[in-house]
């Protein structure tokens, strides 16, 4: 009797282990570094900094995943956040402007990722994104690095405003901008390997508001350290004059550079009347 009851488990146990196997997603590698690069500079050709807007297409903000998906798909899911098919996103693309547009789109059974979700949400050089019954594991780093903070200060109208760099209980970066004027922003040097970053290199910059429940994205390039004194920066709400109404803010924001790697750190806002 033992012994049948051992044959039973072993062969349901063969069983289950078949029905898991089955159910299991079909896992596509993909490297599209070269054709993430070719994008990238239409994509600052066509939008950074520009006066008028032109319309996102796939040579110039969306990146081709695949051409032969069939499912009908609702919703995806990169690093475990699901986007939604109709979900829109805002895209920061410089000069105040924006791009509300959705992460995906599929068209003619051709799934669509924009670039600047595909850069800041890689791990490792690849960003995993669970389509359906699909996974697809997109290369859009090679040379995959961490890119570290320097020097940290505040700009532009300084008086009453400061910046620091610290860690957090975790050892996650923590970059805090005290401030008494709209126009005070902060910014930091990037290094890779110990040396700033030269000027004019693309950036790819993720925005989570975790009290608003908000996501963006956008571009941004270097700038001359030697000259500026850091690398890029970032506003909070930009005010013409003194503070008014003080917002006190915490942004878990990522970088994101082609062929540097990237960086995820907090930013913490404090106003101040």
């Not at 009797?1 to 196997?21: A, P």
């Not at 902060?186 to 700033?196: A, F, S």
């Not at 989570?208 to 506003?235: C, Q």
Request: some cysteine; hydrophobic content about 35%.
């Amino acid at each position: 009797m033992k012994i049948v009851n051992f044959i039973f488990v072993l062969v349901l146990f063969s069983v289950l282990t078949l029905l898991i196997v089955g159910c299991g997603k079909n896992t596509v590698n993909v490297n599209l570094k070269d054709k993430c690069e070719a994008i990238s500079l239409n994509l600052v050709e066509t939008f950074y900094d520009k006066e008028s807007l032109e319309e996102p297409t796939e040579d110039n903000f969306f990146v081709e995943i695949t051409s032969n998906e069939e499912q009908n798909l609702s919703a995806i899911t990169i690093n475990d956040v699901i986007y939604k098919k109709d979900m829109k996103v805002k895209f920061s693309v410089g000069n105040n402007n924006f791009l509300e547009e959705n992460v995906w789109k599929l068209e003619k059974n051709k799934l669509f990722v924009a670039l600047p979700t595909l850069y800041t949400e890689a791990r490792g050089g690849i960003t995993k994104i669970e389509a359906g019954t699909k996974i697809y594991m997109v290369r859009v780093f090679d040379n995959f690095g961490s890119i570290t903070v320097g020097e940290v200060g505040a700009y532009g109208i300084i008086e009453g405003s400061n910046a620091e760099k610290t860690t957090d209980s975790s050892g996650k970066l923590v970059v805090s901008h005290t401030r008494e004027s709209g126009k005070s922003f902060v910014g930091w040097e990037l290094l890779k390997e110990g040396e700033p970053i030269e000027e004019g290199k693309i950036i790819y910059t993720k925005k989570l508001y975790e009290k608003e429940k908000l996501i963006s994205y956008g571009i941004d390039m270097t700038v001359d350290v030697k000259e500026n004194g850091y690398s890029s920066g970032l506003f909070n709400y930009y005010e013409n004059g003194p503070i008014t109404t003080p917002l006190n803010r915490e942004v878990d924001y990522t970088l994101a550079i082609p062929n540097y790697g990237k960086i995820n750190f907090i930013v913490n806002f404090i106003e101040k009347k």
